[in-house]
């Protein structure tokens, strides 16, 4: 019914993302990982859907990318994960990274993720391996695309010499793992940025 959604977008919290298309503000339901894909509050984004109806609700799901959504329904074909359990594993590691334990078989690492534990693990693995639907540009090679809020960090190290790409790389995983640290995200854009830099520069060197 819905594939996307262009928008201003309004508000952003935890797992929540509000997004107004000419006057109509939309409650989006979207993983924590994808929310800083799609920018800053005040600036316009394309948030693709999925919509959960049933008897009981209605929910949208938004996601920063098409290959982000196919995630989604990817874990939704697995035995006992639903949309909210979906939700909760996507804001808890990145669809990059979540390709890298399946490929890897490391079902210890998978077990330890939020909303998996050893019962679902096992079923991800059976289900998913070498099933996934990632683009090679959108999850099997670990980069930040220049429409990233973190676009300026990897701009000024390159401007230093340091290999774009390298760059890219190197500022991407640090953000994954800082991901889950909570005074790394509740710091201001400009504060977040400082650390990446300094934290780039240092691994870089």
């Not at 959504?69 to 939700?87: I, Q």
Request: proline fraction near 2%; hydrophobic fraction near 40%; charge should be negative.
């Amino acid at each position: 019914m819905f594939n996307s959604l262009t928008g201003i977008i309004t508000g952003k919290f935890p797992k929540q993302l509000f997004l107004d298309t000419n006057g109509i503000e939309w409650d989006l339901c979207v993983p924590d990982s994808n929310l800083d894909m799609l920018g800053v509050v005040g600036s316009e984004a394309r948030v693709f859907t999925w919509l959960q109806h049933t008897d009981q609700l209605m929910t949208m799901y938004g996601f920063a990318t098409a290959d982000e959504r196919s995630v989604f329904l990817d874990l939704l074909k697995v035995d006992g994960v639903g949309p909210k359990g979906a939700l909760k594993i996507m804001s808890s590691v990145s669809s990059s990274r979540l390709l890298e334990v399946l490929e890897n078989e490391d079902l210890e690492m998978l077990e330890k993720i939020p909303g998996v534990g050893k019962k679902t693990a096992g079923k991800m693995m059976l289900t998913l391996k070498g099933k996934l639907k990632i683009s090679e540009s959108a999850g099997t090679v670990v980069r930040v695309d220049t429409a990233t809020p973190y676009a300026d960090v990897v701009q000024s190290l390159a401007s230093m010499g340091y290999d774009k790409r390298t760059v890219e790389q190197k500022v991407a995983q640090l953000v994954e793992q800082l991901g889950t640290d909570a005074a790394f995200t509740a710091k201001n854009q400009k504060e977040r940025e400082d650390i990446l830099f300094r934290r780039a520069i240092v691994e870089l060197a």
